[in-house]
């Protein structure tokens, strides 16, 4: 019987792990993306994942389950450390002189707008739930897992998972509402067309537009094809 992929990355097989890469990187790069939405930072996300992916191998179990839950926890320990780090670093750039002038790259992310338009809707909407809560929807909403793989993923129960997607939930519901009657404000609001386009609740009992929120939330959270995918592509049409 052919050894599972588990079970080879388990044992420290190379080939496995490049495979392990070539298949899930670009699921990571997304949920990073999601996380923070920073694409740079999600670049360096992934890396980080999987050295602590090839660090924390013997932990995986064997079997024929994706590795994909494992992979997506360990990418949001990552995450959580990373937003730490660039926390401690923007205080110690506060502390700094301002910087002089920085020349205009306005041309270069033109054509990446509409992209980080809707990202930065969907976050602003994140920026409403707290931590757990956000983790939680990525994983659920826009990853697709269910209850039980999310739980896995994060290391906590499933009854966990189910109460902290339903608090976002109420939350982007609430947020619908608030839409529809002129935008919200404070730090995680939104004007009239920007948080409409990002994030939402449930269509509610009046037949209004939260069921459109919703469905701008999940393709807020589809997040265009990575430079790893590109690069597997590349690949592919050498061979």
């Known amino acids: 019987m052919e050894t599972s992929l588990r079970a080879r990355v388990r044992a420290g097989d190379p080939d496995a792990f490049r495979q392990l890469f070539d298949e899930y990187a670009s699921v990571v790069y997304r949920h990073a993306v999601r996380l923070t939405g920073n694409w740079a930072m999600a670049d360096d996300i992934v890396s980080l994942t999987f050295l602590e992916a090839w660090r924390l191998r013997e932990r995986l179990f064997p079997g024929d389950d994706s590795p994909r839950p494992w992979l997506l926890g360990i990418a949001t320990n990552v995450t959580r450390n990373t937003a ?10 506060a502390r700094l002189p301002p910087p002089g002038p920085v020349p205009d790259f306005a041309d270069e992310v033109a054509q990446r707008l509409a992209d980080t338009e809707e990202l930065a809707a969907a976050q602003r909407a994140l920026r409403t739930m707290r931590r757990g809560e956000r ?4 994983l659920c909403v826009w990853e697709g897992l269910d209850a039980a793989t999310a739980a896995e993923a994060l ?15 109420k939350r982007l519901r609430k947020l619908t509402e608030l839409e529809l009657i002129g935008g919200t404000d404070g730090n995680g609001g939104t004007g009239g ?35 790893h995918q590109a690069a597997r592509s590349t690949q592919e049409k050498k061979r």
């Open 193 to 227: 067309t920007g948080g409409n386009r990002g994030m939402g609740g449930n269509q509610g009992e009046d037949g209004g537009t939260g069921h459109d929120t919703v469905q701008r939330a999940t393709t807020a959270g589809q997040i265009p094809g990575s430079r």
């Open 155 to 169: 290391g906590v129960a499933v009854g966990t998972v189910r109460a902290r997607l339903s608090r976002a939930r």
């Open 84 to 93: 730490r780090a660039a926390r401690r670093h923007q205080a110690a750039l």
């Open 135 to 138: 983790e939680v929807f990525t």
